[in-house]
């Protein structure tokens, strides 16, 4: 049976990061099953094992189907599935179009759900699972509402879902402000920013590297970053009005 790694997002980012430091998984893997809508990206990767692409919009129910029926025809031993697709939008939620905030929830909460669900028959003992949170999922976040409440989600369903799978680990990572192409998508064209103040900016490879520790530590909940760490135990300590208050003064965002 071939044992196999599968990881969405790969084609930039923190996906991609964790596809380049596959070695640090520590088991050793027949192939890796490389997903994201840009094939010409997933065929530029060199990861010293062999890939496999599979250029899905995984917003397309089309494509989640294409997945589990490659799976019930391959049957491999998947020993780490890793979600990393995802995308967010900074601005009140009325001013994205309908279709924009629906395909959040879709790739952001949906997508990662159905993965799992659709993996789990294939994943045997030790294997494990790495979905990508957001420090954002610990606060309401004005004008990043939709983006933030999916990563609520993704947190609460992965801790819950460590705890329901006895012989598989989930370990949610919740990174801070990340350098990615994530702002490119993000951050709206020809509009006054929503984000004015960046308290701080971290690197995928520091993300990442703290993930791989944390995931052969058998944690289910990854951080990096003391400042990432302080804002989620004072988001935890303080009533969310008031935290709600501080972010819209500190981005100056009206009252």
């Given at each position: 049976?071939?044992?196999?790694?599968?990881?969405?997002?790969?084609?930039?980012?923190?996906?991609?990061?964790?596809?380049?430091?596959?070695?640090?998984?520590?088991?050793?893997?027949?192939?890796?099953w490389v997903i994201a809508r840009r094939k010409e990206r997933l065929e530029e990767l060199e990861l010293g094992i062999?890939?496999?692409?599979?250029?899905?919009?995984?917003?397309?129910?089309?494509?989640?189907?294409?997945?589990?029926?490659?799976?019930?025809?391959?049957?491999?031993?998947?020993?780490?599935?890793?979600?990393?697709?995802?995308?967010?939008?900074?601005?009140?939620?009325?001013?994205?179009?309908?279709?924009?905030?629906?395909?959040?929830?879709?790739?952001?909460?949906?997508?990662?759900?159905?993965?799992?669900?659709?993996?789990?028959?294939?994943?045997?003992?030790?294997?494990?699972?790495?979905?990508?949170?957001?420090?954002?999922?610990?606060?309401?976040?004005?004008?990043?509402?939709?983006?933030?409440?999916?990563?609520?989600?993704?947190?609460?369903?992965?801790?819950?879902?460590?705890?329901?799978?006895?012989?598989?680990?989930?370990?949610?990572?919740?990174?801070?402000?990340?350098?990615?192409?994530?702002?490119?998508?993000?951050?709206?064209?020809?509009?006054?920013?929503?984000?004015?103040?960046?308290?701080?900016?971290?690197?995928?490879?520091?993300?990442?590297?703290?993930?791989?520790?944390?995931?052969?530590?058998?944690?289910?909940?990854?951080?990096?970053g003391f400042i990432a760490r302080a804002q989620v135990c004072l988001a935890r300590m303080l009533p969310h009005k008031f935290v709600m208050w501080f972010w819209m003064k500190q981005q100056?965002?009206?009252?």
């Amino acid at each position: 049976m071939k044992r196999i790694a599968v990881i969405t997002g790969a084609s930039s980012g923190i996906g991609k990061r964790f596809a380049e430091t596959l070695s640090q998984f520590g088991e050793p893997l027949d192939e890796v099953w490389v997903i994201a809508r840009r094939k010409e990206r997933l065929e530029e990767l060199e990861l010293g094992i062999p890939k496999r692409v599979l250029a899905l919009d995984l917003t397309d129910e089309g494509a989640i189907k294409e997945y589990a029926d490659l799976l019930s025809a391959e049957n491999p031993d998947v020993r780490l599935l890793i979600n990393a697709s995802g995308f967010g939008k900074f601005c009140a939620t009325v001013d994205a179009s309908v279709e924009e905030n629906r395909n959040m929830v879709k790739l952001n909460c949906m997508a990662l759900m159905s993965l799992c669900q659709i993996t789990v028959p294939f994943l045997h003992s030790g294997a494990k699972i790495v979905n990508i949170a957001s420090v954002a999922a610990y606060q309401p976040i004005p004008y990043i509402n939709v983006y933030g409440a999916s990563k609520a989600f993704v947190l609460s369903f992965s801790r819950a879902l460590n705890r329901e799978l006895s012989d598989v680990s989930v370990l949610a990572v919740c990174p801070f402000w990340t350098r990615t192409e994530f702002f490119d998508r993000a951050v709206k064209k020809d509009a006054d920013a929503v984000v004015k103040t960046y308290i701080a900016m971290y690197d995928a490879e520091d993300i990442v590297a703290r993930a791989w520790r944390d995931l052969r530590r058998g944690k289910d909940v990854s951080k990096y970053g003391f400042i990432a760490r302080a804002q989620v135990c004072l988001a935890r300590m303080l009533p969310h009005k008031f935290v709600m208050w501080f972010w819209m003064k500190q981005q100056k965002l009206g009252s």
